[in-house]
């Protein structure tokens, strides 16, 4: 059972609450963003995932344009095709009134179908989410089941992210990778704590921070810091977002016969159940000779577009360990629903195209996974066109009972351990 979501960004905030206490009723969630820009490429993909869907809900604010009265007319043409069984129900946003008046106004197909008032107070109104939750499951004669797991809104901060390292270093020398979390007004702090680190500089320092990430407070992020030719201690550190600035420190070790020149790395920040959520590359020159310089800043990366590898035996805990990460990446968008297209003659044309567009694949791994030629097919793709690196593995048993791909695991089999062990419950 799937449903679509319509809305518009601005309502965004709300609908996520409506989405996360929905879940457990109304299964997988496809939430699509009404957008003025109309390309073919966003109606194609807003297609693909309404077909897959038994259930559309649009919903209805003053913040609707007129993109919206196109869409809702391409929803109605769907809802009318000979032998779909799409039900659809428009919740209505306040100020009603404003909302009201889109509707009857542009909207006319729509106005008929079945409608919630959502009388949510503000976008953070949790109450009002969660009856428009179960609203939506009455009417549908869906048995409502309870959510108990939502985080408060009002422990959510918008937390930006940057990696801090120097540009050089000599052979033989070791030196830090930072890597900081922080709020928008905490940024001249985080410059000064940096500049703290390199006192005798004279160079001004540019932060470019990236994000934000909707974090809960509370939350523990695993941050990993690799490179193929130096040793970095420790492999992983652990930030707790308290609302504070904080940091994770890596210490670097230059090997003495190391070439000289350019070296690469990657910082990479995960989801305690196992998931990749960012991402930066950094570049640091090897050379004989180094002046004392500023660290360089990196922004990082957010991950928005996943692609989900798995095996139909593992859905249901695929789904779980989704739906849980939500918490800390409410706006990303997970491609699921892979199981229910493979059976069709273009997928694995279309595989071409789909991985490569994403900024991340999920590969769950398992038995099933393994003996699944679709998932090896799956993960062949994302190693041809985007490499390794690409390809974040999601155990779902430990590597040493079944163990990853060689192609995939001669570098980082440790990898693969550190994940699945961090993505288990302490009691194991």
């Known amino acids: 059972m799937t449903t679509f979501f319509s809305y518009a960004s601005a309502d965004a905030e709300f609908v996520h609450l409506v989405r996360v206490f929905a879940q ?130 009002s422990r959510i901060d918008n937390v930006h992210y940057l990696v801090s390292c120097p540009s050089s270093v000599q052979f033989g020398s070791k030196f830090l990778v930072d890597v900081w979390a922080h709020l928008e007004q905490q940024r001249a702090e985080v410059e000064r704590q940096v500049q703290l680190s390199n006192p005798k500089s004279e160079i001004p320092l ?98 928005h577009k996943a692609f989900a590898s798995y095996a139909s035996a593992d859905r249901d805990e695929v789904l779980g360990r989704i739906q849980g990460m939500q918490k800390i990446a409410p706006n990303l968008d997970v491609f699921l629903d892979v199981v229910k297209f493979r059976s069709g003659e273009d997928w694995e044309r279309k595989l071409w195209q789909v991985i490569p567009e994403s900024d991340v694949l999920y590969l769950f791994w398992s038995a099933a996974a393994k003996a699944s030629p679709w998932v090896e097919k799956e993960w062949r793709c994302a190693l041809s066109t985007r490499g390794e690196e690409f390809i974040d593995p999601v155990p779902l048993v430990s590597p040493e009972e079944v163990p990853p791909p060689e192609e995939l695991s001669k570098k980082h089999f440790n990898d693969w351990v550190l994940v699945y062990r961090r993505g288990r419950p302490k009691a194991d």
């Open 24 to 153: 457990p009723s109304l299964g997988e969630i496809f939430a699509f963003q009404q957008s003025p820009d109309g390309s073919k490429d966003i109606w194609e993909k807003m297609i693909e995932n309404l077909k897959a869907s038994d259930y559309l809900v649009i919903f209805v604010s003053a913040q609707c344009n007129n993109y919206l009265q196109w869409e809702v007319m391409r929803f109605f043409e769907r809802i009318h095709e000979p032998g779909t069984t799409l039900k659809a129900i428009v919740v209505v946003m306040e100020p009603k009134e404003s909302a009201l008046l889109f509707l009857t106004g542009g909207m006319s197909p729509a106005a008929d179908w079945p409608r919630i008032d959502a009388k949510q107070k503000d976008s953070k109104d949790e109450k009002a989410a969660e009856k428009v939750a179960i609203e939506i499951a009455k009417k549908w004669g869906l048995r409502w089941k309870p959510f108990d797991g939502l985080p408060l809104l």
């Open 206 to 303: 540019v932060i470019r921070p990236k994000g934000p990430f909707k974090i809960e407070r509370g939350t523990k992020l695993f941050v990993c810091v690799k490179f193929q030719d130096f040793q970095v201690e420790p492999s992983e550190e652990v930030i707790l977002w308290d609302g504070e600035i904080t940091n994770a420190s890596f210490s670097v070790d230059v090997p003495l016969d190391i070439a000289l020149g350019k070296k690469t790395g990657l910082v990479t920040i995960h989801w305690v159940g196992g998931f990749q959520i960012a991402r930066v590359p950094i570049q640091i020159l090897v050379a004989e000779k180094v002046d004392r310089t500023i660290p360089m800043t990196h922004p990082v990366q957010q991950i």
